[in-house]
């Protein structure tokens, strides 16, 4: 398994401002991914965070709203960018661990509402 | 779209089994099968994972058939504290998973 933080845990923010999300994992991991999660909603991949790499997003969410960084190994941001209240998610990483099989395993979230 | 479709809903009763079956008629040959867990204001738990026949560890058990288009998960004797939305995932590709709307299991007293 793997041992995942997120900063902050929650914040408020005004529009037209940024916030960067931070996540570290205990042990290092090639792959990290993003999600957005919606009041009563599922979870919603933003993106896939491999070290070395640029950010690879889905459908729907772009690198100038959402840049990703990955400085290495057991790291990665999230920039919610020019925030609207639209943009109010929790907000996930996860990573993957290979034990044989594939397991992702995700992170407390970081609660944003932006007024 | 996710890959795998599951009830939206389900209660049941302290001290229950509870089985929740998920569909995936499109798994790939060498996709596992996961199921998480997730309370309010918390992020997905990982509950068990299996690629066929029988899994179980100390939460819960998963039954896969022969076919591999569907599997069950089981949770023997619930109680009121495994109220939460259960979501079933096979990878996309690359790696990533989609989650559906997952099945909102509801104990009651």
């Known amino acids: 398994s793997a041992v995942i933080s997120q900063k902050p845990s929650r914040d408020i923010c005004q529009r037209g401002t940024s916030l960067t999300i931070q996540c570290q994992v205990d042990?290092?991991?090639?792959?990290m991914f993003w999600y957005r999660q919606q009041p009563g909603q599922s979870l919603t991949l933003i993106a896939t965070a491999n070290q070395g790499s640029e950010a690879t997003y889905e459908s729907g969410f772009v690198i100038d709203k959402f840049p990703i960084s990955r400085p290495n190994l057991t790291f990665s941001t999230l920039t919610v960018s020019n925030m609207s209240p639209e943009d109010s998610s929790i907000y996930l990483c996860?990573?993957?661990?290979?034990?044989?099989?594939?397991?992702?395993?995700f992170g407390p979230g970081t609660r944003l509402l932006v007024l | 779209l996710a890959k795998t479709t599951q009830p939206i809903s389900m209660d049941s009763y302290e001290g229950q089994e509870v089985n929740i079956t998920c569909s995936h008629n499109?798994?790939?040959?060498?996709?596992?099968i996961t199921w998480y867990q997730q309370f309010p204001s918390q992020g997905p738990r990982f509950i068990i994972q299996?690629?066929?026949t029988k899994v179980t560890n100390e939460v819960a058990s998963l039954f896969i058939p022969a076919d591999r288009k569907s599997s069950t998960l089981s949770l023997p004797r619930v109680s009121l504290s495994d109220t939460a939305v259960y979501y079933c995932?096979?990878?996309?590709?690359?790696?990533?998973?989609?989650f559906g709307k997952g099945t909102r299991l509801h104990i009651l007293p």
């Open positions: 499109n798994i790939a040959t060498n996709d596992y």
């Open positions: 995932l096979v990878p996309e590709g690359d790696d990533k998973i989609i």
């Open positions: 042990s290092q991991v090639t792959m």
């Open positions: 299996g690629y066929k």
């Open positions: 996860s990573v993957e661990v290979v034990q044989g099989e594939e397991t992702q395993y």
